[in-house]
């Protein structure tokens, strides 16, 4: 295989509250990716459509980062033109950058004829992570990596889990256009717990998973609370709470902050409760001059998907 074009996922992270552990894609939106093989032993960013602040430079931009580190572990057998469409805007909560990380690490270990294993492809992403936000979180590229709703249980050393989750789990998410950086709304953050709030969140997540096991939607809902990061976080996010309260009206099981945000999310029980919420939440930020985007989408099943090897069209 010479080159490959892949779609990336969007995913949602943290998912209230699983700050950093815990993550899963949606159907779209998505970024598109095409890697090209090529003699000469470098790599080369040659096309961004989408963004207007990524770097073509493959030393700073995302994709020349994690692609750079995985040739070099597999010997530098080849170089790489790289072309990126950016369906998920940088900054917008739901993965840009993980989008980025996650594609190359799949798409460069296909050319490499599938050298590494899935979980070895997640520390060459998260090094797109860190070069992107200085932190090496691996909730947006290990959904979009494996697909279904992920569970990082630690990271030295690294256990990923893929937890079962009821068929009919929808989200609905608004992207309103302000951007905010991951550093940001990580730097503001406290950096102790209480113990208390600790004890709470630890419990919240446990009763999380425990639902999504058991298909039962009130556990899932009484656990969708956040009490580490949305209380600092949602002051960045213009009527945040307009929103919650919008979609939780609007029968959301629960309602939190997609990753660090700005985008909001909500899970429903059922596709027709989503579009419900999706409405919901447009009302409640139509009245505030900021553009924004909506999207309903099922759990994705699936992580990153090849669109072709480019030498079979
Ligand atoms: N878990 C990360 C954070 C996700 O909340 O900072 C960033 O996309």
């Excluded at 990923?160 to 989200?171: N, Q």
């Excluded at 639902?211 to 009490?227: C, N, Q, T």
């Excluded at 001059?289 to 990153?304: F, L, R």
Aim: hydrophobic share 40%; aromatic share 6%.
């Amino acid at each position: 295989m010479d080159s490959i074009k892949i779609f990336i996922p969007a995913t949602v992270s943290n998912v209230t509250c699983g700050f950093d552990i815990l993550g899963f894609p949606v159907e779209a939106p998505g970024d598109i990716m095409i890697f090209r093989k090529t003699e000469k032993k470098e790599i080369h960013i040659i096309r961004i459509k989408g963004a207007d602040n990524l770097p073509y430079d493959a030393d700073k931009n995302i994709a020349g980062v994690v692609s750079r580190k995985m040739l070099e572990e597999a010997g530098m057998p080849f170089g790489l033109e790289i072309e990126m469409e950016k369906g998920i805007k940088p900054g917008s909560g739901i993965g840009s950058s993980g989008a980025s990380a996650a594609g190359t690490a799949v798409a460069v270990n296909n050319l490499l004829d599938s050298r590494f294993s899935k979980k070895e492809l997640v520390p060459f992403a998260m090094l797109g992570e860190i070069s992107a936000s200085g932190t090496r979180h691996a909730d947006n590229v290990a959904p979009a990596i494996y697909g279904g709703f992920i569970l990082i249980r630690s990271y030295e050393p690294l256990d990923i889990i893929r937890l079962d989750y009821p068929g009919d789990l929808y989200c609905a998410i608004i992207h309103p256009m302000v951007e905010i950086r991951t550093k940001d709304a990580r730097d503001i953050l406290k950096k102790n717990l209480a113990l208390k709030n600790a004890v709470k969140q630890w419990g919240n997540v446990a009763g999380l998973i425990a639902g999504l096991f058991r298909k039962d939607y009130d556990l899932i809902a009484r656990s969708m609370e956040d009490v580490i990061a949305e209380p600092v976080r949602s002051l960045l996010i213009p009527g945040y709470d307009r929103l919650k309260k919008a979609a939780l009206q609007a029968g959301a099981l629960g309602c939190g902050i997609s990753g660090s945000g700005p985008s909001v999310f909500a899970l429903t029980r059922g596709e027709e409760t989503a579009r419900r919420v999706k409405q919901a939440l447009s009302r409640a930020y139509k009245n505030t001059g900021i553009n924004y985007h909506t999207y309903v989408s099922k759990i994705a099943t699936d992580g990153v998907k090849i669109l072709s090897d480019l030498n079979s069209v």
